[in-house]
């Protein structure tokens, strides 16, 4: 299982080959074993294998090709509704309309998530998350009809590899495990902790086909920037509070 792991790319191709029902069932079984808050499994999973699904969906994930190109798009949701109608219908009261109970369920959701693609890739199926499922939630809560109290938080796109990209790299474990207590990092450190990183031949192609100076640059200048991270926060937050999770 350790090497199983040590194995891990993303997977952004895949073949055309159906993922059997019966392999794929297990999967999300094995995944649905993920430890979760409570035992209240507070997510669900939507399958979306049709083309017209997909398609609808792409637009909501700027159109990265394997929204469509996946046999198999899951969007793993952070799910108040179903527990929330249980207590109601148990003479309970749910007080499960805050910020905190949203984190509790979105972070069942990852756990789930993660599950799913480590079962995946044990049967040798390959899945690329997409992390574009909070900048328009609100869109894909309309396409996949949530209900109050359900929130999506990531999508997966599964199917059998049609690539075996290059490992990419990570920094090296004694940059992000810290003993006992949080050691901060030191000018030195943090230039020989990221130095593998920049000097990879596909960052320095990534930085001046980009036209920047430093890799950090591209991240915050063009992946990752302010006025996106800005914009897209503020439809999150109206997003929780119309799905019942912002009464503090
Ligand atoms: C929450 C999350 C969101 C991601 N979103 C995207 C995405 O929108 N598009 C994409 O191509 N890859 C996406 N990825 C994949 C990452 O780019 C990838 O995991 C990272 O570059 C490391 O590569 P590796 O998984 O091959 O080790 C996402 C990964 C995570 C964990």
């Given at each position: 299982?350790?090497?199983?792991?040590?194995?891990h790319?993303?997977?952004?191709k895949?073949k055309?080959?159906?993922v059997e029902?019966d392999l794929?069932n297990?999967?999300?079984?094995?995944?649905c074993?993920?430890?979760?808050?409570?035992?209240m499994?507070l997510y669900?999973i939507i399958?979306?294998?049709?083309d017209?699904?997909?398609k609808?969906?792409a637009?909501c994930?700027f159109n990265?090709p394997?929204?469509?190109?996946?046999p198999?798009?899951?969007?793993?949701?952070a799910d108040f509704?179903?527990?929330?109608?249980?207590?109601?219908?148990?003479n309970?009261?749910?007080g499960?309309d805050?910020?905190?109970s949203?984190?509790?369920?979105?972070?069942?959701?990852?756990?789930?998530?993660?599950?799913v693609t480590?079962a995946?890739?044990s049967?040798g199926?390959g899945v690329c998350?997409?992390?574009?499922t909070?900048?328009?939630?609100g869109?894909?809560?309309?396409?996949?009809k949530?209900p109050?109290?359900?929130v999506?938080i990531?999508?997966l796109?599964?199917?059998?590899p049609?690539e075996h990209?290059?490992q990419?790299?990570?920094?090296?474990?004694?940059?992000?495990?810290?003993q006992?207590t949080y050691?901060?990092?030191?000018?030195?450190?943090i230039i020989?902790y990221?130095?593998?990183?920049?000097?990879r031949?596909?960052n320095l192609?990534?930085?001046?086909?980009?036209?920047?100076?430093t890799?950090?640059?591209v991240?915050t200048?063009?992946r990752?920037?302010?006025?996106?991270?800005v914009?897209?926060?503020?439809m999150?937050?109206e997003v929780?509070?119309?799905?019942g999770f912002?009464?503090?």
């Amino acid at each position: 299982m350790v090497n199983q792991l040590l194995e891990h790319r993303t997977i952004r191709k895949y073949k055309p080959d159906v993922v059997e029902e019966d392999l794929f069932n297990k999967v999300l079984e094995a995944g649905c074993r993920a430890s979760t808050t409570g035992n209240m499994q507070l997510y669900s999973i939507i399958v979306t294998r049709s083309d017209e699904g997909k398609k609808a969906l792409a637009p909501c994930h700027f159109n990265q090709p394997m929204v469509v190109n996946a046999p198999i798009v899951l969007t793993f949701c952070a799910d108040f509704n179903r527990f929330n109608l249980w207590c109601k219908l148990n003479n309970a009261e749910p007080g499960y309309d805050n910020f905190l109970s949203f984190m509790t369920a979105a972070i069942d959701s990852l756990l789930v998530a993660q599950n799913v693609t480590i079962a995946a890739e044990s049967e040798g199926l390959g899945v690329c998350y997409v992390g574009t499922t909070t900048y328009l939630a609100g869109k894909i809560i309309d396409i996949l009809k949530l209900p109050f109290g359900v929130v999506p938080i990531t999508t997966l796109t599964v199917g059998w590899p049609d690539e075996h990209p290059e490992q990419v790299d990570r920094l090296p474990l004694n940059a992000v495990v810290h003993q006992e207590t949080y050691a901060d990092y030191s000018r030195e450190e943090i230039i020989r902790y990221y130095s593998e990183k920049e000097n990879r031949p596909d960052n320095l192609k990534f930085v001046s086909e980009n036209s920047k100076e430093t890799l950090a640059q591209v991240f915050t200048d063009i992946r990752y920037k302010k006025s996106d991270n800005v914009a897209f926060s503020k439809m999150l937050l109206e997003v929780l509070i119309r799905q019942g999770f912002m009464n503090q």
